[in-house]
Structures are given as C-alpha cells and as structure tokens.
C-alpha cells in the first residue's frame, strides 16, 4: 500500500504551505493511498536537550509525538514538507522536529529504525520576498533532512512573493498546478 507523509510547516492552518500541501492530497485522489498529514504546530514535542543519549541507545529521552512522526516518514514511499521562510530558514517549529530526529538520522550510530524500501522527497518553500537563493536555503535544509533519513529529494517547489494566501491564490497558478500533477503523479504510482 503506498504511504505519503505530509508535514505542513507553518502553523498557519488556512496558510499558503497548508494550502499546497492540501492541493498536492487532492491531486493523489486514489482510495488506495494511506496519507498522513501532520501541522506542525499539532506536534507535541519539545527542544532537543542535546544530551545525545540517542547516541547510545538510538532512542530519545523524551517520550512524545516525535516517534511516530518519523516513523510514520520512514515506513512512506512519499514525504512532502511544505516550509515558509522565517528569517530566511525554516520556522523553529519545524527545525525542532529535525533536531530532535537525531535517533533516527544516519549520523546516529546506534539508531534502531531506518527505512526498508526507497522513499522520494519533496520539499516546497514559501517566501514574501522575492530572492530566490533565500526560498533555496530552506529547500536545502528540507533536502538536508531528507539526506539523512535515505530520502532522495526529486522536487525542490520554490513559491515567492507570496505573504498571504492571496497572493498565492492570485499569482502563482502555476506552482498550485505543479504541485497538483505532482499528486496526479504520485496517485498514479499507486
Ligand atoms: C515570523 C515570520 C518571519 C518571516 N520571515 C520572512 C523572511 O525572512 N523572508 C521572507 O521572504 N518572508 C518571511 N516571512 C513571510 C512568510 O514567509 C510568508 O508570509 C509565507 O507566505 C507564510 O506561509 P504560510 O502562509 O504557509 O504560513 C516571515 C513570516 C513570519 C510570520
């Protein structure tokens, strides 16, 4: 059965990151798929205590969503983690599940899960602005993310110019069309 994870990275629910997340899921529009949908901000999860007893064991000292969500990653086919930039990086929300994935990540010499078949990553960025090397730093740091996990990214989606859903909605039909095909794509693969 295929799996596709899907982690908005804003906490902004009616966002634009939300919005093409959810453009994505409708184009899969296949009964078969098993989709996950995580929002950042519903998430329990703390910082990273950086005590690197993950490093020892290959498990965290804290005990709440974070597992799951990796492990909900690792057993997918598909991961999609749509980010805004916040000065210039990834919302610290997001970069906390990242920090704290470090027991799961290929860094971790005692890690206890890793995937077991192919995973293909997609990673998509939001900005206000309009520099394109800034939407690249944050499609970097997801691919980053994914390098560690034996993701291999095959789309980096660059949205700019876009502060409010609005914008989105208003000027970048485009990149709503390419990233529904996308899901057409995925849905296909099923
Ligand atoms: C705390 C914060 C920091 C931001 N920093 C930047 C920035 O450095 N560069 C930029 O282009 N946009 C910045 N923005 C604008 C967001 O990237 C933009 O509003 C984006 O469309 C939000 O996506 P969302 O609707 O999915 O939340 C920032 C927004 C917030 C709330």
């Known amino acids: 059965m295929m799996k ?34 995580y929002c950042i901000n519903e998430i329990a999860m703390n910082y990273c205590y950086g005590c690197k007893k993950c490093y020892e064991n290959g498990e965290c000292v804290q005990n709440d969503d974070v597992k799951n969500v990796v492990l909900d990653i690792l057993s997918s086919d598909y991961v999609v983690i749509a980010a805004p930039s916040w000065w210039a990086d990834v919302p610290a929300q997001l970069k906390t599940l990242f920090d704290r994935t470090t027991p799961y990540g290929d860094t971790n010499p005692n890690r206890n899960y890793k995937a077991d078949k192919p995973i293909k ?47 989105l909605l208003e000027n970048h039909r485009a990149e709503i069309q390419q990233v529904f095909e996308l899901g057409k794509v995925i849905g296909k693969s099923v």
């Not at 906490?11 to 009964?31: E, F, H, M, R």
């Not at 900005?127 to 789309?155: D, K, M, P, S, W």
């Open 4 to 37: 596709i994870t899907c982690i908005v990275g804003s906490p902004n629910l009616k966002g634009s990151c939300a919005y093409l997340v959810d453009t994505l899921i409708n184009g899969i529009s296949n009964s078969a798929a098993i989709i996950k949908k």
């Open 121 to 167: 990553g997609i990673a998509i960025a939001v900005r206000a602005g309009v520099r394109e090397q800034e939407n690249q730093l944050i499609l970097n740091a997801i691919a980053h993310y994914f390098g560690h996990l034996g993701i291999a990214t095959v789309e980096r989606i660059s949205v700019r110019q876009t502060d409010k859903l609005n914008d």
